[in-house]
């Protein structure tokens, strides 16, 4: 039991090393980013519309 206690604290101590070492973005570069993503969101979601829309009427004109 002691040795998974020990195993335990020692991968959090490790965890906290390492975020210590991350580059966080500043307030611009996530601004950025999170601009990218939402547009990203935005066209993905309307090609997938269009492709519904299309794949629909190629139905609709088989049956």
């Avoid at 991350?22 to 519309?49: D, H, M, S």
């Amino acid at each position: 039991m002691k040795r998974g206690f020990k195993s335990l604290f020692s991968f959090f101590s490790e965890s906290w090393a390492e975020l210590k070492k991350v580059r966080w973005p500043n307030r611009k570069e996530l601004t950025n980013y999170t601009l990218i993503v939402l547009g990203t969101i935005v066209f993905v979601a309307i090609y997938f519309w269009v492709v519904d829309i299309g794949i629909s009427a190629v139905i609709e004109a088989i049956i």
